[in-house]
């Protein structure tokens, strides 16, 4: 039987346009939660037309995972942190990086958000939560209502599985 069933890493989706944004809120994060231990490579995201009046074109986005290891549960008050951050670095009322926290263990990646959808799970404090892949047949594999950066970053998710095993088992 797998140990652990109840914690996950927690990772964060990160999307901005100006590098000098990025930076600071990196630091942040690192110095509440932990050190980045993978990271996806910088994309543009696919379908990110609807950030464009709030943070300008083009946008960048990468994927991280902290070596932290949480209890699953702890998602909702992580959520309320990164968005407290977000805020931290308005700029005239808007947003310089957006951070959707995330947790990720052997079977699922789990993205919390505060917009509600009918696919959604209610987690509490105003926090949706939403499985955007689950792990099956050797690859994590999307819903007909995954995100597309999620989907197309498949394989980084892959290689995280394949990385994190020693803290489940």
């Known amino acids: ?8 890493l927690l990772g964060f989706g990160l999307m901005w346009r100006e590098d000098e944004f990025l930076l600071p809120v990196e630091k942040e994060l690192k110095e509440i939660f932990s050190d980045f231990v993978i990271s996806s ?8 037309s609807y950030y464009f009046r709030e943070f300008g074109s083009p946008l960048k986005k990468k994927f991280v995972i902290t ?9 909702v008050g992580i959520k309320h942190k990164t968005v407290s951050l977000e805020d931290k670095y308005r700029i005239d009322g808007k947003r310089t990086v957006n951070i959707d926290p995330f ?4 079977d699922q990646v789990i993205v919390s958000t505060n917009k509600f959808r009918g696919n959604r799970i209610y987690a509490g404090e105003g926090v949706f939560l939403e499985l955007e892949l689950f792990y099956h047949h050797g690859s ?3 819903f007909i209502w995954t995100y597309r950066d999620y989907q197309e970053q498949i394989p980084f998710f892959n290689r995280v599985k394949s990385k994190i095993r020693g803290y489940f088992v």
């Open 103 to 106: 947790y990720i263990d052997l």
């Open 140 to 142: 994590f594999q999307p």
């Open 67 to 75: 070596q932290s290891l949480i209890n699953k549960t702890d998602i």
């Open 1 to 8: 039987m797998r140990k652990n069933t109840d914690k996950a």
């Open 41 to 48: 490579d910088v994309f543009e995201p696919p379908f990110s």
